[in-house]
């Protein structure tokens, strides 16, 4: 494989396996790749991420688990293994006052130095994405290649259309619409592309979600090979109190739908990824195929001298009343999200307190994330609502 294909490919499954990569007060520092020769894993890929002091490093996209979200790093740096690891690219992020990405450059590694490959320009309307462009270089200067435009409705996704640039021209290109359910978590996404002066179906994402816990079962995915949409693949998630445990694919052969791939993910006691096997269907069994292993560095946030903030919530899984201790606090905001990324509580303390209670009774049962903010930075927590 080309090395512009494997950063890209690269890239793309880090994207959808770090739904839940880090804890409050966590960030990912390094994440190494192994992969099967023969009977053992030997090193393949590594990346390396630098952060500013306050940046985050991960967020929750309200597309989960479609768009789990991605890495808020400054920069990494991509290794690739050929005896010893190498240098292949490193990517650059920068971000405004909101701490929204607005621009995203990857360079390539020639042996010598570094030298322009792709870039990405974010524009808002308000802290919402509106314009994301995507160019490359061509050795003199970036030209454009595609741009994507995007539509909001109450703080939610609605629409993207992808257009690629031709001649001086923007033309469509794919236009996707994403709905909701009544608990507005993610409920399809439906993708068209443009063909003879109109839009025409191209592909189907239809989610399916726990009644108890909320938390996504299966995604499946329909094509239209000419025929009309068709079963292509789905995803299977499984659970074990709260956490997935492994994520099954399959492909539909026409008759049924058959084994794929296989992520079986490990946490610690911090509740931050740590591992997981990446393993492939022989037709028989499972086949090791790769691990990834996940190093974390614990941050405090921006501009702060002061101790790190310890802030533990119980019980988990909630039920009626959420209890979050404190520490070192003064006055902090709380907020708490839902699985689509939207607000759905907020409150303000003025006060030092070391034990806050959260009425969540209302609350349909499922999958949330608590955000505590302070002068000494941002932790986040998930919970569970029985």
């Known amino acids: 494989m080309c090395s512009f294909c494997k950063v890209i490919l690269s890239i793309a499954v880090l ?5 839940y990569v880090q804890a409050q007060g966590f960030r990912v520092k390094e994440i190494h790749i192994d992969q099967t020769t023969g009977a053992d894993f030997t090193s ?39 005896g010893e690891f190498i240098p292949a690219a490193k990517t650059l992020k920068q971000f405004n006052a909101d701490t929204n990405v607005t621009e995203a450059t990857t360079l390539l590694w020639t042996g010598t130095d570094y030298i322009n490959f792709t870039q990405e320009t974010f524009e808002y309307i308000g802290t919402d994405l509106a314009i994301k462009y995507k160019n490359t270089w061509d050795g003199i200067s970036w030209t454009p290649v595609l741009k994507n435009e995007y539509v909001h409705a109450g703080g939610l996704l609605t629409q993207k259309t992808e257009y690629s640039y031709d001649g001086g021209l923007w033309e469509n290109s794919e236009q996707y619409t994403y709905t909701y359910d009544g608990e507005v978590r993610l409920a399809s996404v439906d993708i068209k ?3 003879g002066g109109g839009w025409t179906d191209k592909e189907l994402y239809t989610f399916v979600y726990d009644d108890i816990s909320g938390l996504p079962t299966e995604v499946t995915h329909q094509m239209n090979f000419g025929a009309g949409l068709e079963n292509n693949a ?10 997935l445990t492994e994520k099954t694919d399959q492909s539909y052969d026409g008759a049924g739908w058959v084994n794929s ?21 022989d037709g028989a069994v499972w086949a090791d195929s790769l ?9 405090t946030g921006i501009n702060t001298g002061n101790e790190k903030d310890v802030c533990l919530i119980y019980p988990n899984p909630a039920g009626d009343v959420l209890n979050i201790s404190l520490s070192n606090t003064g006055e902090f905001e709380i907020t708490v999200f839902d699985i689509a990324g ?17 009425d969540v009774t209302a609350l349909p049962k499922g999958f949330y994330i608590v955000m505590l903010q302070d002068v000494a930075g941002v932790n986040t927590i998930p919970f569970m609502k029985e």
């Open 44 to 82: 393949f890929e590594h990346y390396t991420y630098e952060y500013a002091s306050g940046r985050s490093g991960n967020y929750l996209s309200q597309l989960f688990p479609f768009a789990p979200g991605s890495i808020d790093f400054d920069e990494c740096i991509y290794e690739i293994y050929l």
């Open 342 to 358: 939207r607000a759905i509580q907020y409150h303000g303390i003025s006060q030092k307190t070391d034990l806050m209670q959260l």
């Open 193 to 195: 592309k443009w063909f």
């Open 15 to 19: 994207v959808f396996n770090l739904s």
């Open 291 to 299: 691990h990834y292993t996940f190093t974390y560095e614990y941050f």
């Open 234 to 243: 789905r995803s299977l998630f499984y659970y074990s109190a709260g956490w």
């Open 261 to 281: 791939k296989q992520y079986l993910p490990t946490f610690d006691i911090d509740q931050n990824l740590t591992q997981f096997y990446l393993n492939t269907w």
